[in-house]
């Protein structure tokens, strides 16, 4: 059998195509009457230097390509058993597969060309001597996450693509180790996530192209197997940001039996590195396909495992523009801090800043923040919390969202939708191609309820709509496109959680917001697949794991956020975190809705929080006043609850309330009942900023909001490095984890005899 390769860029050179211009003029005036100037100068001559610049050397590349390729189909009159194409040179493999012909491909490379060519501020490099599993724990040690390998060339050399100043503190990693380290002259990062919104710019362009049934099969660089004809587009857009897999590729063929590769085009660069892939590649790691019993094709084997950045979504990974399906959770008062989010954003992932219990002020300190260290197209979120009590605080929250671009918000603690987060979700509607909607401002809401999620799974309320309207707060063209949307983008399934919980099973609620999903989204005719992802519990490759195997688009982590360099708590608020095991958190009434008996999860071990929390409330629930309880109660309540007398906490309470909503106050002298709700709350108040500031005084009051995940991902990590909190960075946690989860999906896939071709989520 025979495979012919062809290959990208990095192969061209003056004076390449030599001979074939010649003899193929039909073929190079279509090229010219495409490009608009002559590709036989620009190949043969290169009279102003353009050969080397990305817009006009993968024309150049993709022409020289198919000239080789025309003329070897003139000599030989056959075509090969299987083509494949390096990067570019696939575009090459689809044309000799019959996908399109070569002017449609050429217009098509010379779009790719152009928005890759606006790529500035990234840079790639080669590595060579050490395997890329290596590369890759390099970079995650010395912190350098934003970088993603581009390409698997050989099995001992690759390619690593990020921002010019990781490239270069990376050259000084791999300086002292016994890599070779060579950067490559290139303006972009290329195949990376920095191409993110170069691929999907391209995505628009494809639009119009109608590609026809492949003839051969096309060995695909973005996981190494055959294409499929409803792939097409897809595998080219994820191509630009994705690695190219020429090692799997060249092992997959290798595993069809006594295989001929031929390299179709300018120079012998494959042909290099597939003699090295065949020297370096060990028999054991070869696929077998074998046919079932029902004749569905099987691997045994695997030429490499399941990857991380492969799990859950990959449409909502484009969305984001993430690395990885993966975002870290919003943690109250700013403990999912400016710090946190950054750190994720710049890591390519996503984090949420907490601004429950934050001013308005404080909380627009953050944005500006926030937006002054990250750069273009690296992702971030601020939480949006229901306050049912006070709906004009949401709806100066989501003005200044709006007065500062904020595109993407975490809904928390929705029972119905408000007009504040309706306005934010038709603000950012607009009219899109071929009577598409562009949605701008993107809402993620966290649900635990089926009600709930079917709330956000709808269009935006038609009487809600009809006021923002009246209100000339929207357009009518917004009201219009609102009819054709759901209220989320995507939902994140909450389960047993830190903070406030509903106590919920992931493996039962998880698949019923799914399958309520699927039904919706079919009824409605969204054009826009709307995500559902995971949260709560998640600490381990097991737990995270377990989420996208019950289908999960991606996983939102938070407790095991909390304790990190990053998050804004005390350092003997993480002390403690740090030692906490499974079994180490308990349930107590949740401050924000006392009277209600709502339920938050916070860490036991150490802490009385959690017996006086709950002592509170039951005198609170079993009395109607203060004076209703016994003397000794009340005494103890003062000298070891509160350290004051329960005047002296009204006092502060009134003054509070009185600057903020008087009228709690006036019914607190009205109702003795509420008055002492309001002094129980402070309770609740002092133990969170206790935890917050490290009190050293009244640390058994420490109100810490944790679930039983950190317990877990600390039981993980024991013995490790990230043992000590000093060293755990939310962008470190979030690689190992999905790391971890897909060795662990790999391992449990040969377990029973299954590829990681069938895709885990």
Request: proline share 4%.
């Amino acid at each position: 059998m025979t495979t012919w390769v062809f290959p990208g860029q990095g192969s061209q050179y003056p004076g390449m195509g030599k001979g074939l211009f010649d003899e193929l003029k039909e073929l190079v005036s279509q090229a010219d009457g495409v490009l608009g100037y002559s590709i036989a100068e620009l190949c043969l001559l290169d009279p102003n230097g353009k050969l080397k610049q990305t817009e006009y050397t993968q024309p150049a590349i993709y022409t020289v390509n198919a000239l080789h390729y025309f003329k070897r189909l003139m000599e030989t009159g056959k075509q090969p058993d299987f083509v494949a194409g390096h990067s570019l040179g696939e575009y090459n493999a689809l044309l000799a597969a019959g996908a399109f012909d070569f002017a449609t491909g050429l217009q098509l490379v010379q779009r790719r060309a152009r928005l890759m060519s606006k790529a500035s501020g990234g840079a790639m490099a080669a590595i060579l001597q050490i395997p890329a599993e290596e590369i890759a724990e390099m970079l995650a040690k010395a912190g350098l996450v934003g970088i993603d390998i581009a390409n698997y060339n050989t099995p001992s050399q690759t390619v690593i693509s990020g921002l010019s100043e990781d490239i270069q503190k990376a050259a000084k990693v791999f300086e002292k180790s016994e890599a070779q380290f060579a950067q490559i002259n290139v303006s972009g990062a290329f195949h990376s996530r920095h191409m993110t919104n170069a691929a999907e710019e391209f995505r628009n362009s494809l639009q119009p192209t109608r590609f026809s049934e492949l003839q051969i099969p096309v060995i695909a660089n973005v996981d190494a197997r055959a294409y499929a004809k409803a792939k097409i587009a897809d595998n080219l857009v994820s191509q630009i940001h994705s690695p190219v897999r020429w090692v799997e590729t060249i092992q997959y063929l290798m595993t069809k039996g006594e295989v001929e590769f031929i390299e179709v085009g300018p120079g012998q660069v494959l042909t290099r590195l597939v003699n090295q892939i065949k020297q370096e590649t060990k028999p054991e790691v070869l696929v077998q396909d074998v046919q079932s019993p029902r004749g569905e094709v099987k691997q045994a084997g695997s030429a490499s495992a399941v990857r991380a950045e492969n799990l859950g979504s990959e449409a909502f990974r484009q969305r984001y523009n993430l690395k990885h399906a993966y975002l870290s959770g919003a943690m109250v008062k700013g403990i999912a801090s400016t710090d946190l989010v950054i750190k994720m954003g710049k890591a390519g992932l996503m984090g949420f800043f907490g601004t429950g219990g934050v001013r308005l002020p404080e909380i627009e300190e953050a944005i500006i923040c926030i937006q002054g260290a990250l750069a273009s197209g690296q992702a971030y979120g601020m939480n949006f919390l229901h306050s049912p009590d006070n709906l004009e605080r949401e709806d100066e929250v989501i003005s200044l969202y709006l007065r500062y671009g904020i595109r993407t918000i975490e809904a928390a603690a929705f029972m119905q939708m408000t007009p504040a987060l309706v306005k934010y979700r038709l603000k950012g509607l607009k009219p899109g191609p071929a009577g598409k909607v562009v949605i701008e401002n993107r809402i993620i809401a966290k649900i635990s309820r089926p009600e709930v999620a079917q709330l956000f799974l709808s269009p935006p309320p038609e009487k809600l709509v009809r006021k923002l309207l009246q209100e000339q707060e929207v357009t009518a063209a917004q009201a219009d496109l609102a009819k054709r949307i759901p209220m989320a983008d995507d939902l994140c399934v909450e389960s047993d959680s830190a903070g406030h919980t509903d106590m919920g099973i992931m493996s039962v609620v998880l698949p019923t917001i799914i399958r309520l999903r699927n039904e919706l989204v079919r009824r409605q005719g969204y054009v826009e697949p709307v995500g559902v992802g995971a949260a709560g519990g998640i600490g381990t490759p097991e737990a995270a794991a377990s989420a996208f195997t019950l289908g999960a688009d991606f996983i939102l982590t938070g407790s095991i956020n909390q304790c990190t360099v990053e998050a804004g708590t005390s350092e003997a608020a993480k002390n403690l975190l740090q030692q906490i095991n499974v079994q180490d958190t308990d349930y107590a009434p949740a401050g924000d809705m006392f009277e209600l008996g709502a339920k938050i999860q916070v860490v036991r071990k150490g802490l009385f929080f959690p017996a006086r929390a709950n002592k509170l409330f039951e005198l609170y629930r079993q009395h109607h006043s203060w004076e209703e309880i016994d003397i000794k109660t009340r005494t103890q309540i003062q000298e070891k609850y509160f350290r004051r007398s329960f005047d002296e906490v009204y006092s502060e309470t009134k003054a509070y309330y009185l600057k903020t909503k008087a009228s709690e106050i006036e019914k607190a002298e009205n109702n003795p009942k509420h008055k002492m709700a309001l002094v129980f709350r402070w309770y609740f108040i002092h133990s969170m900023r206790l935890a917050m500031h490290g009190s050293t005084e009244q640390k058994v009051d420490y109100q810490i909001h944790c679930g039983p995940a950190l317990g877990a991902f600390n039981q993980w990590v024991k013995g490790t490095e990230l043992e000590s909190w000093q060293k755990r960075h939310v962008d470190v946690i979030a690689e190992k984890l999905m790391n971890g989860t897909a060795e662990y999906l790999d391992k449990q896939m040969q377990r029973f005899g299954m590829s990681h071709r069938s895709k885990p989520a």
